[in-house]
């Protein structure tokens, strides 16, 4: 077992890569399943030395059975620089890893207590590669200001011609707070080269966790990228919370039917290409982000 040099236990820090079945693809989180006893100093150390988007630590809730495995868990997320409310992808790692560690999950599913709410993760093997399923907190959507929408695009070096007019900007909740631009072409989305500070500035303002930027290449597939200077980060490779915030705008703005499934692709321009899938039930606010997650070799 690592020590830390005063002698204490150093927790284990699991390695994974959510939305992708490729250790390369996708977004790599670190998990750590049992960070009883670690702080918010600890956790935020952890999360900077190991340099992922987001590191979720978990402690479990009393199970209520001495030799049952537990089910509900408290769990914080940290980015490089700072706790986030929720994310998305270290919680499909998070759920894979407990799955693997015990075997199966249960029936029921997990139940993750984060600082954005209560989520619900079920994980499904039957065809041997482990998927998993959030259940989001209630999103909700929002106008987003004309004078932050000129900033962001400028700090993204974008002009207004260059947005698609059928995806107007909004700013988008299902755990975390997003700006979603949409890019009228592919080629647009493509070509990413922004002012970090100063979208970070505005986004620190604006309490935003990522800006969700997309290009719609049919009805229900997405192609998406999200900038994250506030966690330190130049962009995330796969991002679940946004993926909910934009299951959210879709069905507020009308652009899907109340029941449908979304294929969302994010990091192919980064090399690191990864798979969300999207699913609105007709009568159930929540948004349903499912994904495939595999460990890291260390």
């Known amino acids: 077992m690592t020590t830390y ?43 900077a030395e190991l340099g992922y988007s987001e590191t979720a630590f978990l402690t479990a809730r009393d199970s209520g059975a001495p030799s049952a495995p537990a089910r509900a868990y408290d ?17 499909v790692a998070a759920a894979v890893a407990l799955a693997e560690r015990d075997g199966s999950a249960p029936a029921d599913g997990y139940v993750f207590a984060t600082p954005a709410g209560t989520v619900p993760v079920a994980v499904d093997s039957a065809d041997g590669t482990p998927r998993a399923t959030l259940t989001s ?21 974008w002009d207004a011609g260059e947005l698609d007019a059928g ?4 700013i988008a909740f299902a755990g975390a707070r997003h700006l979603v631009l949409a890019a009228a072409t592919r080629e647009r989305l493509a070509a990413l080269d922004y002012d970090f500070a100063r979208l970070e ?9 990522t800006v969700q930027l997309v290009w719609r290449a049919s009805a229900d597939v997405f192609h998406v990228r999200d900038p994250f200077p506030v966690g330190g ?10 993926a909910a915030a934009f299951g959210a705008y879709a069905r507020e703005l009308g652009l899907v039917p109340a029941a449908t499934v979304l294929t969302l692709h994010q990091g192919d321009d980064m090399g690191r290409p990864g798979v969300l899938t999207v699913t609105l039930r007709e009568g159930d606010e929540r948004v349903r982000v499912s994904g495939t997650a595999v460990r890291i070799p260390a």
């Open 5 to 47: 040099q005063d002698g204490t236990p150093a927790p284990e820090v699991l390695r994974y890569a959510a939305f992708t079945t490729d250790p390369a693809g996708g977004n790599p989180a670190g998990v750590v399943l049992d960070a009883a006893g670690l702080d918010d100093t600890a956790m935020l150390a952890i999360a």
């Open 75 to 91: 769990v914080r997320y940290f980015s490089p620089k700072a706790e986030v409310p929720f994310c998305g992808h270290a919680t």
């Open 137 to 157: 907190v209630a999103p909700r959507v929002a106008a987003a200001g004309a004078d932050d929408v000129a900033e962001a695009l400028a700090a993204l070096g």
């Open 167 to 170: 995806l107007p900007p909004r």
């Open 201 to 209: 500035a505005l986004m620190r303002r604006l309490d935003l966790t």
């Open 233 to 242: 980060v130049v962009e995330d490779p796969a991002t679940g919370a946004a």
